[in-house]
Antibody, heavy 122, light 108 residues
Framework: QVQVVESGGGVVQPGRSLRLSCVVSGFDFSIYGMHWLRQSPGKGMEWVAVISFEGSNTHYADSVKGRFTISRDTSENTVYLQMNSLRREDTAVYFC???????????????WGQGTLVTVSS | SYVLTQPPSVSVAPGQTARITCGGNDLGSKSVHWYKQKPGQAPVLVVYDDSDRPSGIPERISGSKPGNTATLTVTRVEAGDEADYFCQVWDGRDDRVVFGGGTKLTVL
């Protein structure tokens, strides 16, 4: 069955960086777009970024554009989220999710991981 | 910016029917997707494209969208249905994903 496992969260000071990883299994990773989303008590669920199945296209929420970078390594079945210049408002549980549509992405998230907590605090 | 409005909570007795609404301007022109999330767990897609069910989701859970309000209906409610449910669309006009605030379904 499909498995999505995030890691890399932790406590980080404002302005610093953190890289999240998402390892997947149980499906053909090479043909699906992948997303990062986040959830915080004050702001609810927020979509963060997407990367196309072949890795050539990426798209970001305005709130993270220019600070976060999504990438993927098909040989490792892994998606990454590099987070730079972190702010307190980036504090959230970060989820990795698979898009439902193959060879494209339509922003329908059909398999999610359990999430990894990122806390930005001094 | 586009907003999806859900009631904060819905309560229903076991065996009864729960209906959770999701409203938004011109929602009729967008595809609505629904997710179920239990505390501390990963969200689960339960309905996509207004009324389609992923494999493994029971027929007791269904979606509809007459007009500008989408509705998630859970019939013969069980204790295991207690969770947060939130709706989601892609807003093509502003090129962004929009989530509703979520509705906590309580089974009495």
């Amino acid at each position: 069955q499909v498995q999505v496992v995030e890691s890399g969260g932790g406590v980080v000071q404002p302005g610093r960086s953190l890289r999240l990883s998402c390892v997947v299994s149980g499906f053909d990773f090479s043909i699906y777009g992948m997303h990062w989303l986040r959830q915080s008590p004050g702001k609810g669920m927020e979509w963060v970024a997407v990367i196309s199945f072949e890795g050539s296209n990426t798209h970001y929420a305005d709130s993270v554009k220019g600070r976060f970078t999504i990438s993927r390594d098909t040989s490792e079945n892994t998606v990454y989220l590099q987070m730079n210049s972190l702010r307190r408002e980036d504090t959230a549980v970060y989820f990795c999710a698979k898009d439902r549509t193959d060879y494209n992405y339509e922003y329908v998230f059909d398999s999610w991981g359990q999430g990894t907590l990122v806390t930005v605090s001094s | 910016s586009y907003v999806l409005t859900q009631p904060p909570s819905v309560s229903v007795a076991p065996g009864q029917t729960a209906r959770i609404t999701c409203g938004g301007n011109d929602l009729g022109s967008k595809s609505v997707h629904w997710y179920k999330q239990k505390p501390g767990q990963a969200p689960v897609l339960v309905v996509y494209d207004d009324s389609d069910r992923p494999s493994g989701i029971p027929e007791r859970i269904s979606g509809s969208k007459p007009g500008n309000t989408a509705t998630l209906t859970v019939t013969r409610v069980e204790a295991g249905d207690e969770a947060d449910y939130f709706c989601q669309v892609w807003d093509g006009r502003d090129d962004r994903v929009v989530f509703g605030g979520g509705t906590k379904l309580t089974v009495l």
